[in-house]
């Protein structure tokens, strides 16, 4: 039998899926060799039987080869391609406009400054999403508790030591790398912490609770509360998916209408009472109070975006011209620039390809077999998702200002890498969906060190 395997698994290129396929081959053979003794055969002949029956070894590994072998994901290579193609025009016209106008002190960037800097964030984004796309996933799950804890002491060391800026402390290593960026990685990361915790019961559950909250009680002290909330909810999901697999030994009703009605429900008699006690930062009291009260003077940048984004054509330049009004145009509020310069199809096309992107993403996440791999990249979709959607919310008026950003399109190189850096994680666990099985248990991992030459 294991001369067969053995010639069997050596038709197979790739080396990673040769340990789980002789898992595989030895698991049918045995079944077949006990069905062979009950048929009244002896052992050997049982054993001899069984091994005929799978056919030529060489056929076969051919065959399994064609199957268990790497996949490029190539139409999020090529709409991620397409994306990064708008966001550059996006941003030269921004950064042109801004040259014409003669607003390079308003913007604290020159039209040269602003462009090199926005490309070299995309290059840099792109080797993040190649060095990850070749880096295989489940090595970011073998480590994923190291990882973790290592992303929460950034953010601990952000609120404790970071730059300041307005009362909040967004940015680490002076003002580099932007905490709330980094600490969104945190969430594919938690996919790989829930698979670990797999199997267990009531107690393996509540970990999973800690290490949810962890991250997202930080990013409350950094303090960015639309971050915090794109952290629960993102887990939160995960943390539902987990249960509704049967992952935790516990009642899969009972556990997820606790933890929606806790962390839905809590959060706003939680907000509502820090309000009402002034226990918030002044500047996070007045974007409550702009949100309610957006005729105020502290809801101007509320009122702006509202009055900027009514009436907006269809095709071509708004009448009210929008540079000089806004803070962060090129980032924050980047939609709002686009529809205001360009008319409604425009914003209308950039949402489509986003669209069409988070389809491609969860498209080829939902083909993962591997609950593994399904998790992590859930993480890394709604990541994108919720920052799109609550970014074009903000910059439409519809929702107040919140920390966010247009995925690709807003200046930033800290988001820019994020976004990258996400993509380049699906795309790992893409290209391996026929390589890993659903489960990549414990006694695969043990038998991938003992079949490592075949």
Request: charged share 15%; hydrophobic share 50%; aromatic share 12%.
């Amino acid at each position: 039998m294991e001369e067969y395997i053995e010639k069997l698994i050596s038709q197979v290129r790739c080396k990673k899926a040769r340990p789980y396929i002789a898992e595989e081959i030895r698991d049918h053979i045995e079944e077949q060799m006990a069905d062979n003794k009950e048929n009244g055969m002896s052992d050997a002949e049982a054993e001899k039987n069984a091994v005929l029956d799978m056919g030529d070894p060489v056929e076969v590994g051919i065959s399994l080869d064609r199957i268990h072998k790497p996949k490029m994901g190539w139409n999020v290579i090529v709409i991620v391609g397409i994306i990064s193609l708008l966001a550059i025009l996006v941003q030269w016209a921004f950064a042109s406009a801004i040259n014409n106008y003669g607003l390079e002190q308003l913007s604290h960037m020159s039209y040269n400054y602003s462009m090199r800097k926005f490309l070299k964030s995309i290059f840099a984004g792109m080797l993040f999403m190649v060095v990850i796309y070749f880096v295989d996933y489940t090595v970011i799950a073998k480590y994923s508790k190291i990882i973790g804890l290592f992303i929460i002491g950034a953010g601990l060391y952000t609120v404790l030591f970071g730059t300041s800026f307005h009362g909040a402390r967004y940015y680490i290593f002076n003002l580099s790398v932007s905490a709330t960026s980094f600490m969104m990685l945190y969430v594919p990361v938690y996919g790989a912490i829930l698979y670990k915790y797999r199997g267990g019961g009531f107690g393996a559950l509540l970990k999973c609770i800690a290490w949810l909250l962890t991250p997202t009680l930080i990013a409350v002290r950094i303090p960015s509360l639309g971050v915090a909330g794109i952290l629960l909810i993102c887990m939160l999901v995960q943390l539902t998916i987990a249960v509704c697999k049967g992952w935790f030994k516990v009642n899969k009703r009972a556990a997820l209408t606790g933890l929606w009605t806790v962390f839905l429900l809590l959060p706003f008699v939680s907000l509502f009472g820090l309000y009402s006690l002034h226990l918030l930062a002044d500047y996070q009291e007045a974007r409550i109070r702009s949100w309610l009260l957006p005729n105020q003077e502290e809801g101007y940048v509320l009122s702006v975006i509202r009055e900027y984004t009514k009436n907006v054509p269809m095709f071509g330049k708004s009448q009210k011209d929008i540079l000089g009004y806004l803070p962060d145009l090129n980032r924050d509020y980047i939609f709002t620039y686009i529809i205001n310069s360009y008319g409604s199809l425009a914003g209308i096309i950039i949402i489509s390809v986003l669209a069409v992107l988070l389809v491609f993403l969860f498209g080829a996440v939902m083909r993962q077999k591997n609950e593994l791999g399904f998790t992590m990249g859930v993480g890394c979709g709604m990541i994108l998702l919720m920052n799109a959607v609550i970014n074009i919310c903000c910059s439409i008026g519809v929702l107040p200002p919140s920390a966010s950003f247009l995925p690709f399109f807003s200046a930033g190189g800290s988001n820019m890498i994020l976004c990258y850096a996400l993509i380049g994680i699906v795309l790992s666990i893409y290209r391996y969906k026929d390589v890993y099985p659903g489960n990549i248990s414990d006694r695969v991992v043990i038998k991938k060190k003992l079949d490592v030459n075949l």
